[in-house]
């Protein structure tokens, strides 16, 4: 009998501790910390990183926030100038350079996309060969991981300078983030839910939406972007480092050997002095003073000017979707600029980019002696058939090679031609003194004027390929 009472008794003891532990609390784990960024800076190439260093030496040493950094391609179309390995080879030794200079400035979350590095200006060329779809979504992917507050990226947009494509590309496909990784209907298989430790499908990840982005320019003459974004002067001493903000970045540059091998030698042999001189002379600074980002938008209210953590919450603007303009065929005929300056009319529009600074009119700079293209696009009004007339007004010593003429245009909502002009390949002293010249085509629909389209056009010594 007593056996059985204790078998009773304890039975009873073990259900009531089961119990009790059933209805004690438990702790859900939530993101991962390590990879918490206040700031996300995605750009196309190792040595990009480098147009914001000196801010990011700010945030990271004096503001003590977290910086992650997404490189869109390998940068295996690059010149190896130090050594002789290209190609798959090239792209290796250039992401060890990024992840060091990364690191040098104390950066250990680093991620690459699988975009091709393309050699092209143009942003269209560069999202078709980096594949814009699977990389949109592993960008979107890092952006949930990484929960940054702040994207800085490349200005997407086409200014007289370098106008590397890829830059751009990187610029475009950060907007595209910060506008889809908020939505939970956004690659959905990404996102949280009730499944198994050991889910193979699911990240369980969770909807981030990101709340500023800012843009840095890659133009000749960025003293334009003067006022549309808050500046920092790269001179100041940091009161961490005891060393201006530029002198942190330079060291952390020195790293991209394949790049800038000259240069970087060169600079490792300066005193602090010389160091200094270099960076007050404009035409050999490696910055400008002082340092703009280009404000691109904010999900709550904010002046271009503010601070990058200023209005961090408050009330959301409202930006619309597409704009019916987008889903209505159009009723007049328009001739205007494709290619990817047309591509920019419309993203800017679809991405609430509106105050986006652009160049007017619009600009490229290309190599003397090679072939300027200027894309037109035609909108049918009501889908009709057109006939066009094109006749072109390019500088002296120029030559239309093709795209002139009269054309019948078959009945459909857009047609897209391009004018092709041959540009004269100029002396070193020529260039030094040739100035941006105009490109104005006069078109004809059905005999009537439709507006003058200009393209001004900076011939150089050297250039990527349009």
Known sequence: MKRILSLV??????????????????????????????????????????????????AIYDLHKRVAVVYGTHGNSGANNYGRERAAGLADIREVEAREACARLGISN?????????????????????????????????????????????????????????????GVLSTEAFDLAGNPVVFPSQLAGASAHREIYLENLQPWQVKKIYYFPDANDEKQFSGTGPAYSIKEISPSQRKPYWRIA?????????QYPADIEKIQKMSDAEAEKMMNDPDAAWW??????????????????????????????????LPVKFRLPPTETKVKLGGPWGFYQSFREAHCLGALRVADPPEIAVM??????????????????????VKVEAPKG????????????????????????????????DLKTNGPQEIVIHPLVDGASAGDIKLRVLLRSHGLPQ
Do not use: M
């Not at 594949?131 to 800085?152: F, M, S, Y």
């Not at 330079?250 to 394949?258: I, K, M, S, W, Y």
């Not at 047609?415 to 004269?424: D, G, I, Q």
């Open 110 to 170: 680093v991620w690459f996309l699988e975009g091709k590095d393309t050699a092209s200006q143009n942003v269209l060329n560069s999202l078709a060969n980096w594949g814009q779809g699977a990389n949109l979504e592993k960008l979107v992917e890092l952006v949930r991981l990484t929960r940054p507050d702040v994207i800085i990226t490349s200005l997407p947009g086409v200014f007289i300078g370098e106008n590397h494509g890829d830059h751009q590309a990187a």
């Open 9 to 58: 008794l304890f039975l009873a003891g073990t259900y009531s501790l089961t119990r009790a532990q059933e209805q004690a609390p438990r702790n859900l784990s939530g993101a991962d910390p390590r990879f918490k960024a206040d700031i996300l800076v995605v750009v196309a190439h190792p040595d990009d990183e480098g147009a914001v260093t000196p801010y990011l030496a700010r």
């Open 250 to 258: 330079l060291d952390a540059a020195t790293t991209h050997l394949t």
């Open 398 to 429: 120029w030559k239309v090679t093709g795209g002139e003429g009269n054309i019948t245009l078959p009945a459909e909502a857009t047609s897209e031609l391009r004018v092709e002009v041959e540009t004269p390949a100029l002396t070193a002293s």
């Open 368 to 389: 003397a002696g090679t072939q300027v293209y200027v894309p037109l696009t035609i909108v049918h009004a009501n889908n009709k058939a057109l006939k066009l007339q």
């Open 288 to 321: 400008t003073e002082p340092e703009t980002l280009v404000f691109g938008k904010s999900y709550f209210s904010s002046k271009p000017t503010d601070d990058v953590f200023a209005n961090l919450d408050g009330e959301p603007n409202e930006c619309p979707e």
